[in-house]
């Protein structure tokens, strides 16, 4: 059946591709964000649609929405470090304030409420790969604190909802995602690789690119996610590729794919910056039959594509 679902954040990157996934199974949406880090670029193409609603609000302030509502999913956040280290107080203020009401929202309405929260929770490592039961080595008085203990205070309202006043919840744990939409200047590695390998342009790679990260397709991440909308399940789950790769090697796949001579700009690694990044996605397999499909070479010609026709290449 057909449902209303509201996705605070959803003109973001993640955010937008929720739209127009769940706009296309037939449910109803309502797009909420203040546009501090989305664009209306990003929903243009939904605008006039019959199912299709957008709402300029800062869900830190207050949320209305008089219609019924079947789901919440709650993508309000800065996302990158150069948002959240611009926007640290914004950062925490989302995370906390911002996910206060929505679950409030969730909890006036009965409806199913998704709070998309981040590997970041589990900080830089000491256990690997890094599986749900994992408690995290997080620094919060650091730099990268403001996301990652805005993210860790989300999940513990979201299961205090749950458990207090029986919200039914779900939490998903997003790694390292990329794809069409993605902000050019967004700081992380694949959208400044790809946008300095198209410009001819040197690489920037922090400390010696020994760091490993694990990149998953927009696709099959809104696939997991939807997955996870319709289950039952409460505890979080990882939603992520297990293919991990050093900085080094995305950077040669970038510079092969997109036949860019650039060379290389080595700079000192970020405070805290984590030093492995991998999914264990056993839960997502096992619960929600789901695992990545897309290659990274297929993922990364598609977004090359985007970036070309908006660099104007």
């Given at each position: 059946?057909?449902?209303t679902v509201?996705?605070t954040?959803g003109?973001?990157f993640?955010?937008s591709?929720?739209?127009d996934?769940?706009i ?5 949406v309502?797009?909420?964000d203040n546009?501090?880090?989305g ?18 609000l800062d869900?830190?302030?207050y949320?209305y ?5 079947d789901?919440i ?8 470090p150069i948002?959240?280290?611009e926007?640290?107080?914004?950062t ?7 996910t206060h009401?929505?679950l409030?929202?969730?909890?006036a309405?009965g409806a199913?409420f998704l709070l ?13 790969p ?6 995290g ?5 650091g730099p ?14 979201t ?8 919200v039914?919840?779900a939490?998903v ?5 990329y ?10 590695a ?6 300095q390998a198209?410009r001819g342009e ?9 760091q490993t990260?694990?990149?998953?397709y ?6 997991g996610i939807?997955r ?5 399940i ?5 939603i992520?590729?297990p293919?991990?790769m ?6 040669d796949e ?6 860019s ?7 000192p690694l ?8 991998q999914p264990?996605i056993s839960?997502?397999?096992q ?7 897309v290659?990274l ?8 594509d985007?970036?070309?026709a908006?660099?104007?290449?």
């Amino acid at each position: 059946m057909a449902k209303t679902v509201l996705i605070t954040g959803g003109a973001g990157f993640i955010g937008s591709h929720l739209c127009d996934t769940l706009i296309q199974r037939g449910d109803r949406v309502i797009c909420m964000d203040n546009l501090l880090t989305g664009s209306p670029e990003n929903f243009a193409h939904l605008l006039g649609h019959p199912r299709f609603t957008f709402i300029h609000l800062d869900v830190t302030n207050y949320i209305y929405v008089a219609e019924e509502i079947d789901g919440i999913l709650h993508f309000a956040s800065p996302a990158s470090p150069i948002d959240y280290l611009e926007l640290p107080i914004q950062t925490l203020k989302v995370g906390s304030l911002g996910t206060h009401k929505a679950l409030g929202l969730a909890k006036a309405k009965g409806a199913r409420f998704l709070l998309a929260s981040t590997s970041e929770v589990y900080g830089d490592p000491l256990v690997h790969p890094q599986e749900e039961s994992y408690w995290g080595n997080v620094n919060p008085i650091g730099p990268r604190g403001v996301y990652d203990e805005a993210k860790r205070f989300a999940e513990a309202i979201t299961m205090a909802y749950h458990r207090y006043h029986g919200v039914n919840t779900a939490i998903v744990r997003i790694f390292n995602t990329y794809g069409p939409r993605m902000r050019i200047r967004d700081g992380r590695a694949i959208p400044t690789f790809l946008a300095q390998a198209l410009r001819g342009e040197p690489l920037t790679i922090f400390g010696d690119g020994s760091q490993t990260r694990s990149f998953c397709y927009i696709s099959d991440l809104v696939d997991g996610i939807v997955r996870l909308l319709d289950s039952e399940i409460h505890e979080p789950v990882n939603i992520g590729n297990p293919v991990e790769m050093t900085l080094n090697r995305l950077a040669d796949e970038i510079l092969r794919i997109t036949g860019s001579r650039s060379a290389r700009e080595m700079k000192p690694l970020p405070v805290d910056d984590p030093k492995v990044r991998q999914p264990d996605i056993s839960k997502a397999r096992q619960y929600l039959g789901w695992e990545p499909k897309v290659t990274l070479e297929e993922g990364l010609r598609r977004t090359m594509d985007d970036f070309k026709a908006r660099l104007q290449l």
